[in-house]
């Protein structure tokens, strides 16, 4: 399955500078506000060095990563929900991603123009986060206006969507995002189905100076989107989309040894893709053969037949068991014969949730 996440941000914040290094896609980049007026949409691989280790150990024909896909869209400013800028046409765009990672600029650079005069990420972050409140009330108030007269009349369901709609547009005004409100599970169905912009889950991307990256603890506007975030459980990751490019455009062992020579452990990509599955509450199987290794992205908490039905729907209809190993375990025991022997392949049957780093074969019959 793909993972839609959308990158937004005010102009000039390095959204663009970070989607092109992550993508290599070629999006324009430019020191000036709305210079990526459609969205653009880059897929990329999922790194897994379990994939790499699977691969070593099968030796299949060949290795097939799991995807990933970002959309940049352009940068919003302040009235966007009242149709200032570029207007509503990127709040749309928002509608269509599964989360939003939320650039923040943290640097300091006269030679980059910041829309509002001066670097104060909390400033950006709550104009942002107003002009995606103030569509959400505009989207909640037309709705409210439809069943309101039907509640006044003791309709029942009328009744229960005025009162969700009703706590809504009160944390609204408040300015509160649908996702800080809290609801009971049955409510929060109904809640869903709005597809509210600011219901949808949100990390925030810290983009610092080349030279800070190293310690960026002590970047005071790090430091107080962290504060922000930590208020709705937000998570806060840090990246300089200038290093991104830079590894960008390296490989294999090149990207390798400079990511040692600066000290850093593993990417901004790497980073935000795992920030970003855990978000989703995502996870990974996989399915390994001599045809192929491959990565599945499915959602926590799934069966064995749903799981299934990402390859295939066949395989979900006519599912019939999943032979199943822990990856540790196969890693551990050093091939999949060995793992039978010992007894750690399973036999799961249509009730089996299946876990992050499952090594799957399926067996249908349809």
Partial sequence: MALTAG??????????TLFNAITQAGAESANYPFCTIDPNVGIVEVPDERLNKLTELVNPKKTIPTAFEFTDIAGIVKGASKGEGLGNQFLSHIRQVDAICHVVRCFQDDNITHVSGTVDPISDIETINLELILADLETVTKRI???????RQKDKEAMIEFDILSKLKDGFEEEKPARSIEFTDDQMKYVKGLHLLTQKPILYVTNVGEDELLDAESNEH????????????AEVIVISAKVESEIAELEGEEK???????????????????????????????????QEVRAWTFRKGIKAPQAAGIIHTDFERGFIRAETVSYDDLV???????????????????????????????????
């Fill in 7 to 16: 990158i937004v941000g005010l102009p000039n914040v390095g959204k663009s």
């Fill in 145 to 151: 206006q439809r069943v309101e007269k039907m509640a």
């Fill in 222 to 233: 790090v430091q107080k989107v962290r504060d922000y975030a930590e208020q709705e459980s």
């Fill in 256 to 290: 390798e040894m400079f990511l040692e020579e600066l000290g850093i452990p593993e990417s901004g990509l790497d980073q935000l893709i795992k920030a970003t599955y855990n978000l989703l509450g995502l996870a990974t199987y996989f399915t390994a053969g001599e």
């Fill in 332 to 366: 551990n025991a050093g091939s999949m014969g060995v793992a039978k022997e010992r007894g750690q392949v399973r036999l799961e049957g249509k009730d089996y949730t299946v876990k992050d780093g499952d090594v799957i074969h399926f067996r249908f019959n349809v």
